[in-house]
């Protein structure tokens, strides 16, 4: 436990307030295609200082017209660390005795919700300009990891700009959705062969990340309907729709490839929860 690294930054217009040497825990969930992940985390060892100005100022109610985002970074300290979950805060409520912890509830994407635009073009883009156009109107980057190459003629939407990525998935044969501040955009049913051809190490796999005992792997592998569920140690550097080689000694039935559906980081800076809750797609045993 010694070695871990897990810390807040809060984000408003009047800037970032970086929060360290707290107690930390909580819940991220990130799935591949949702428009928004959630998070649960609770805080202890706050100042009185920054108690009141997070459950007040952090409300909905006040200043709703201010966007107010919170980033938690994790890992460990002699194998890295990272973001992993950016978002908007919905509340922040103290509770607990005889510690005061600070609940925290946070969704990417949740502020768009109010935010009512008109976006239109009668001028054909491709489907990747179109992308870098949604990218722009959210203020966040764009990853491109399509094949797509669509040509999209004209375009008229008007709604919550949350609601553009649900737009963008109208226009293509590939999947859009926010992830941590990015927008993202992969082809639908990719096949891994496509990218790894030999059973060299994790580094020259084409970005495919080994998991097994060594890497972190806590758990015994689970059949699931799309492929498999398992834990890992945390790992800030996975994410949604990346590829894992998957490698137990202990069910080596289920040892293969797979696509991140499906994550979920569990940690706390005082109890043993400190891991990553993996569910993979295996295209060649789930067809649609």
């Given at each position: 436990?010694?070695?871990?690294?897990?810390?807040?930054?809060?984000?408003?217009?009047?800037?970032?307030?970086?929060?360290?040497?707290?107690g930390?825990?909580?819940?991220?969930?990130?799935?591949?295609?949702?428009?928004s992940?959630?998070?649960?985390?609770s805080?202890?060892?706050?100042?009185?200082?920054?108690?009141?100005?997070?459950?007040?100022y952090?409300?909905?109610?006040?200043?709703p017209?201010?966007?107010?985002?919170?980033?938690?970074?994790?890992?460990?300290?002699?194998?890295?660390?990272?973001?992993?979950?950016?978002?908007?805060?919905?509340q922040?409520?103290?509770?607990?005795?005889?510690?005061?912890w600070?609940?925290?509830?946070?969704?990417?994407?949740?502020?768009?919700?109010?935010?009512?635009?008109?976006?239109?073009?009668?001028?054909?883009?491709?489907s990747?300009?179109?992308?870098?156009?949604?990218?722009?109107?959210?203020?966040?980057?764009?990853a491109?990891?399509?094949?797509?190459?669509?040509?999209?003629?004209?375009?008229?939407?008007?709604?919550?700009?949350?609601k553009?990525?649900?737009?963008?998935?109208?226009?293509?044969?590939?999947?859009?959705?926010?992830?941590?501040?990015?927008?993202?955009?992969?082809?639908?049913?990719?096949?891994?062969?496509?990218?790894?051809t030999?059973?060299?190490?994790?580094?020259?796999?084409?970005g495919?990340?080994?998991?097994n005992?060594?890497s972190?792997?806590v758990?015994?592998?689970?059949?699931?309907?799309y492929?498999?569920?398992?834990?890992v140690?945390?790992?800030?550097?996975?994410?949604?729709?990346?590829?894992v080689r998957l490698?137990?000694e202990?069910?080596?039935?289920?040892?293969?490839?797979?696509?991140?559906?499906?994550?979920v980081?569990k940690?706390?800076?005082?109890?043993k929860d400190?891991?990553c809750?993996?569910?993979g797609k295996?295209y060649?045993?789930?067809?649609k």
């Amino acid at each position: 436990m010694k070695n871990r690294v897990c810390y807040i930054e809060i984000s408003t217009p009047n800037g970032v307030k970086q929060i360290k040497n707290i107690g930390l825990k909580g819940e991220i969930h990130r799935r591949m295609g949702n428009v928004s992940a959630d998070a649960k985390i609770s805080v202890a060892n706050l100042s009185k200082q920054d108690v009141e100005y997070l459950s007040t100022y952090m409300s909905p109610y006040v200043e709703p017209g201010k966007q107010k985002q919170i980033s938690v970074y994790a890992g460990y300290l002699d194998t890295g660390y990272g973001l992993i979950f950016k978002g908007d805060i919905i509340q922040a409520i103290p509770s607990g005795l005889p510690d005061i912890w600070l609940d925290i509830e946070a969704k990417t994407n949740y502020f768009n919700r109010q935010n009512i635009i008109t976006f239109s073009s009668d001028t054909p883009v491709s489907s990747m300009q179109f992308a870098q156009n949604v990218a722009n109107q959210l203020g966040v980057p764009l990853a491109w990891k399509s094949k797509s190459k669509k040509l999209i003629d004209s375009f008229n939407f008007a709604g919550a700009k949350a609601k553009l990525v649900e737009e963008l998935n109208k226009y293509g044969d590939f999947l859009a959705f926010l992830d941590n501040g990015v927008l993202k955009v992969i082809d639908k049913d990719e096949e891994v062969t496509q990218n790894v051809t030999s059973n060299v190490g994790a580094s020259e796999r084409g970005g495919v990340k080994l998991i097994n005992l060594s890497s972190g792997l806590v758990s015994v592998p689970q059949s699931t309907e799309y492929g498999a569920k398992f834990s890992v140690l945390l790992d800030p550097t996975l994410n949604p729709s990346d590829w894992v080689r998957l490698e137990s000694e202990k069910f080596p039935a289920i040892n293969d490839y797979y696509q991140i559906y499906d994550l979920v980081f569990k940690f706390s800076t005082r109890d043993k929860d400190f891991y990553c809750e993996i569910q993979g797609k295996n295209y060649k045993r789930y067809k649609k």
